[in-house]
């Protein structure tokens, strides 16, 4: 059984920067796409970005563009999602979630399984 | 970047009632399109993929339709269980993965 389990809640201080992990257990982590979701409180899903761990390749949603990047190690199963120059508006859920088709090109398919979700506040 | 527009935001039924819920693409993205559920607390389940495809362990009451720029989840007979918001997202064209703004189904 896939699980994704997320670093704790962090505060921060606007300019400051965020790293925040996605270790998974279960399956073969390498083969499938790693996308990062944020969700501002009472507000909907936004993408972030995408990894796929077998080659290392990330995109990154334009808004995002700058401040964001996205890591995966092989190593250790685990995916990384770090934003920097935080301001208010970037206080939100931060979730991971892994596709249900391997090979990260693939159109088909969804995100199957999601992390438990981590609260970024960025307040002074 | 591919806009997804949800309709109605909220929808309001009983226990029972059919539930139809739509979703617009920008520009076409053929049969790429995933439905997700999210209960407040949760994250996001997965409901739907390829249109019409029920993942793994979803009830057949939810069912998924359309192609090109329009597309339908239809909960057939709504249980206690399924008054909870509702998000289409995009798989065609990335990045990113855009989702629809969300429509909520609450109990009347």
């Known amino acids: 059984q896939v699980q994704l389990v997320q670093s704790g809640a962090e505060v921060k201080k606007p300019g400051s920067s965020v790293k925040v992990s996605c270790k998974a257990s279960g399956g073969t982590f390498s083969n499938f796409a790693i996308t990062w979701v944020r969700q501002a409180p009472g507000q909907g899903l936004e993408c972030v970005g995408r990894?796929?761990?077998?080659?290392?390749?990330?995109n990154y949603a334009q808004k995002f563009q700058g401040r964001v990047t996205i890591t995966a190690d092989k190593s250790t199963s685990t995916a990384y999602m770090e934003l920097s120059s935080l301001r208010s508006e970037d206080t939100a859920i931060y979730y991971c979630?892994?596709?249900?088709?391997?090979?990260?090109?693939?159109?088909?398919?969804?995100?199957?399984?999601w992390g438990q979700g981590t609260l970024v506040t960025v307040s002074s | 970047e591919i806009v997804l527009t949800q309709s109605p935001a909220t929808l309001s039924l009983s226990p029972g009632e059919r539930a139809t819920l739509s979703c617009r693409t920008s520009q076409t993205v053929s049969t790429y399109l995933a439905w997700y559920q999210q209960k407040p607390g949760q994250a996001p389940r997965l409901l739907i993929y390829?249109?019409?495809k029920r993942a793994t362990g979803i009830p057949a009451r939810f069912s998924g339709s359309g192609s090109g720029t329009d597309f339908t989840l239809t909960i057939s007979s709504l249980e206690p269980e399924d008054f909870a918001v509702y998000y289409c997202?995009?798989?065609?064209?990335?990045?990113?993965?855009?989702f629809g703004g969300g429509t909520k189904v609450e109990i009347k």
């Open positions: 990894i796929i761990p077998i080659f290392d390749i990330a």
């Open positions: 979630a892994r596709d249900s088709t391997p090979g990260g090109y693939d159109p088909s398919g969804g995100l199957e399984y």
């Open positions: 390829e249109a019409s």
């Open positions: 997202q995009q798989r065609s064209d990335w990045p990113p993965l855009t």
